[in-house]
């Protein structure tokens, strides 16, 4: 407890000092345009309004950062009825990585602990597939999913509902509750202006995302050093750019499609997890 206690003041100290030694070091490049864009055209993943044509989905060279691939990635999981395939989901995070991190260095306080538990649940997977070949057993694809790894994990009682084990299951469960923020925070860049006409910030609406998703489980030490996170985060003309559009006009049907991918991904991994009664794995 001490040692976690300390962990999470080092981290604060860090974005703090950050903070106020180097004010002006937060350069985030401009991602380009695309002369001719490749485009995702899926009815699934449309607007809600019924015969409204998909959007253009720009491929923007020059940053990591790809919404097409983003929203094929997710596809992709949702490929078997009522499961999640679990490596399209994994590609999903890698494209929600690249988009965190080009909000700048900040960021990063959050990506890190991603990166981690989205390498964790690759390496359980390549030792249960190594295992299961060696002793020629048939669950070689248990990993395969998000319905097949939690059945696997508790008949190998890997899965502790009383304390902290570092299993897939519980893994997932974190990655599961940061999507629920990156979606909240998108649906508030898909939203117009309030009543003077004035746009929310963007690091108002990664708050009033933390708060719903992340901050009830957080302690008070991490939640401290996220409100610091939200001060740094670039302009909203900033995030409509990594989308490879120029107006918020352009960019609200692009943000619906990626919100409803992101939707229905979240919602099915939900029903997995509600089912096994994992929503609150320690």
């Not at 995070?93 to 965190?100: H, K, P, T, V």
């Not at 009682?157 to 902290?164: A, K, L, N, P, Q």
């Amino acid at each position: 407890m001490c040692f976690s206690i300390f962990i999470e003041l080092q981290c604060v100290f860090i974005v703090s000092v950050s903070i106020n030694l180097f004010p002006t070091t937060f350069v985030f490049s401009e991602p380009q345009t695309l002369d001719r864009p490749s485009v995702i055209t899926d009815s699934e993943l449309t607007t809600e309004e019924s015969g409204v044509a998909p959007p253009i989905i720009r491929e923007c060279p020059g940053q990591l950062f790809q919404a097409k691939h983003l929203l094929e990635h997710l596809k992709s999981s949702l490929a078997d009825t009522d499961d999640v395939l679990l490596e399209p989901y994994l590609q999903s995070w890698d494209q929600l990585l690249n988009f965190m991190e080009s909000l700048g260095t900040m960021v990063s306080f959050f990506s890190q602990k991603m990166k981690e538990k989205i390498k964790l649940i690759r390496e359980l997977s390549l030792k249960w597939s190594t295992d299961a070949h060696e002793k020629r057993a048939v669950s070689a694809q248990v990993y395969r999913s998000v319905r097949s790894m939690v059945e696997a994990e508790l008949k190998a009682g890997v899965v502790d509902f009383s304390r902290r084990t570092d299993s897939g299951c519980r893994t997932l469960l974190r990655l599961h509750r940061s999507l629920l923020w990156l979606k909240l925070m998108l649906e508030g860049l898909a939203e117009g202006p309030d009543a003077d006409g004035r746009y929310k910030t963007t690091g108002e609406l990664s708050r009033d995302a933390y708060q719903v998703a992340l901050a009830p489980h957080h302690p008070w030490m991490l939640r401290q050093a996220a409100e610091l996170v939200f001060l740094v985060l670039p302009d909203r003309q900033y995030f409509l750019n990594l989308v490879c559009v120029q107006s918020q006009q352009e960019a609200t049907p692009i943000l619906h499609v990626i919100m409803h991918a992101l939707m229905l991904v979240h919602t099915q991994t939900q029903r997995i997890l509600a089912e096994h009664d994992m929503l609150e794995l320690p």
